[in-house]
Protein backbone atom coordinates (compact mmCIF):
# COMPACT_ATOMS: atom_id res chain seq x y z
CA UNK A 1 0.00 0.00 0.00
CA UNK A 2 2.54 2.58 1.13
CA UNK A 3 5.76 2.88 -0.84
CA UNK A 4 9.27 4.67 -0.13
CA UNK A 5 11.77 6.01 -2.53
CA UNK A 6 14.79 7.91 -1.88
CA UNK A 7 14.67 11.03 -3.49
CA UNK A 8 17.96 13.08 -2.25
CA UNK A 9 19.27 13.65 0.78
CA UNK A 10 16.68 13.76 3.55
CA UNK A 11 13.93 13.46 1.14
CA UNK A 12 11.90 10.02 0.60
CA UNK A 13 9.14 10.53 -2.13
CA UNK A 14 5.49 8.42 -0.48
CA UNK A 15 3.70 6.40 -2.43
CA UNK A 16 0.25 5.33 -2.29
CA UNK A 17 -0.44 1.94 -4.20
CA UNK A 18 3.30 2.81 -5.87
CA UNK A 19 1.31 5.31 -8.12
CA UNK A 20 0.01 8.27 -6.52
CA UNK A 21 2.53 10.56 -4.82
CA UNK A 22 0.96 11.61 -1.34
CA UNK A 23 3.95 13.04 0.00
CA UNK A 24 7.01 13.20 1.37
CA UNK A 25 9.08 11.72 4.46
CA UNK A 26 11.57 15.23 5.14
CA UNK A 27 14.45 14.80 7.78
CA UNK A 28 13.68 17.10 10.45
CA UNK A 29 16.01 19.77 12.71
CA UNK A 30 16.49 16.86 15.16
CA UNK A 31 17.34 13.79 12.69
CA UNK A 32 13.83 12.04 12.79
CA UNK A 33 12.10 12.13 9.65
CA UNK A 34 8.38 13.41 9.22
CA UNK A 35 5.46 13.29 6.93
CA UNK A 36 4.92 16.17 4.65
CA UNK A 37 1.45 15.71 2.39
CA UNK A 38 1.12 17.33 -0.81
CA UNK A 39 -2.49 16.95 -0.31
CA UNK A 40 -5.06 19.70 1.14
CA UNK A 41 -7.88 18.21 1.38
CA UNK A 42 -9.72 14.61 1.03
CA UNK A 43 -10.84 11.77 3.22
CA UNK A 44 -7.96 9.25 4.48
CA UNK A 45 -8.61 5.75 6.02
CA UNK A 46 -7.41 4.83 9.14
CA UNK A 47 -5.50 2.05 6.91
CA UNK A 48 -3.57 4.59 4.49
CA UNK A 49 -3.03 6.95 7.93
CA UNK A 50 -1.60 3.27 9.40
CA UNK A 51 0.36 2.43 6.66
CA UNK A 52 2.05 5.79 6.81
CA UNK A 53 2.66 5.59 10.44
CA UNK A 54 4.38 2.18 9.83
CA UNK A 55 6.65 3.42 6.75
CA UNK A 56 7.47 6.60 8.79
CA UNK A 57 8.23 4.31 11.93
CA UNK A 58 10.36 1.81 10.14
CA UNK A 59 12.54 4.69 8.42
CA UNK A 60 13.22 6.42 11.64
CA UNK A 61 13.87 3.23 13.37
CA UNK A 62 17.89 3.44 13.27
CA UNK A 63 17.92 6.79 14.34
CA UNK A 64 15.81 6.20 17.00
CA UNK A 65 17.52 3.48 18.58
CA UNK A 66 21.04 5.33 17.94
CA UNK A 67 19.73 7.78 19.86
CA UNK A 68 18.13 5.69 22.85
CA UNK A 69 21.95 4.00 23.19
CA UNK A 70 23.55 7.42 23.15
CA UNK A 71 21.72 9.36 25.29
CA UNK A 72 19.27 7.11 27.17
CA UNK A 73 15.86 6.29 26.80
CA UNK A 74 14.57 8.93 28.88
CA UNK A 75 13.06 7.00 31.42
Do not use: C, P
Given at each position: ?25 VMQDD ?27 DLNKG ?13
Amino acid sequence: MIHIEYTKAGVYTVYFNKKKIIGSFVMQDDGYYGYETIETSGYWSSYALRGIADALDDLNKGWDEYIKKTLGDGK
